[in-house]
């Protein structure tokens, strides 16, 4: 059983048959490596789960430490890290939304013994209007609204997670570079126009493996 992942759509919906015949040949992820995105968005876990800045912020200085050299360049790197940590904390208090999970499996079959969509979900809150709010982690701004991905798992977490209606989950990121959130609750259509084509995406996928 082959796995399409979640940030793989866009390139795969760009030449279906080109990643299929890559899919094949591939043999497995290989692990994560280590980034500074990465710890800080380990970093952001570790607020969320335990609600502690000062404790988030040793655990990304830590990870600093013991995954780069100590030069002026990764210095000045953690401090703009530590100050986006900060902004984030402060962008989900002003925003009031409530912390339910993080690192979400997503799990969907595209076809039978053939293809499965996997992925995480990095953040999932409760927002204000009692509704879920699903955001991503970028580095920098990107073109989101009209990827794939996001009303997927619009989608599944409404209907195959928490059981509400579509209109009650919202998706969207946090930009690190703007260090805002951005969500958009899209519609019943546009929901089903992507489930579409994602299905359509994933046989094209399946035909070539």
């Known amino acids: 059983m ?33 980034s500074k995105f990465m710890d800080w968005q380990r970093a952001a876990f570790k607020y969320l789960d335990s609600k502690d800045l000062i404790e988030a912020r040793q655990h990304l200085e830590l990870s600093f430490r013991a995954h780069f050299k100590v ?27 409530v912390f339910v999970e993080s690192r979400k499996n997503v799990d969907f079959p595209l076809v039978k013994e053939k293809l499965r969509l996997t992925g995480q979900v990095p953040t999932i809150f409760m927002n204000s209007s009692s509704g879920y709010s699903i955001y991503f982690m970028t580095k920098s701004s990107i073109e989101w609204q009209n990827e794939l991905r996001f009303p997927f798992v619009q989608y599944y977490f409404s209907k195959k997670v928490y059981g509400v209606d579509i209109k009650d989950v919202e998706v969207g990121i946090f930009n ?7 969500e958009k609750s899209y519609s019943n259509y546009a929901v089903n126009k992507a489930l579409s084509e994602i ?10 493996l």
Not at 176 to 182: K, N, V
Not at 199 to 208: F, H, T, V
């Open 2 to 34: 082959k796995k399409l992942r979640l940030p793989q759509l866009e390139t795969a919906r760009k030449d279906p048959v080109s990643f299929a015949r890559q899919l094949s040949l591939d043999a497995g992820a290989s692990g994560f490596g280590h």
């Open 71 to 97: 030069d002026r360049r990764n210095v000045l790197d953690l401090e703009r890290y530590v100050q986006i940590l900060e902004e984030f904390t402060r962008e989900q208090r002003r925003k009031r939304l």
């Open 176 to 182: 690190l570079e703007t260090r805002g959130f951005e």
């Open 199 to 208: 299905r359509g995406l994933g046989r094209s996928i399946a035909d070539n």
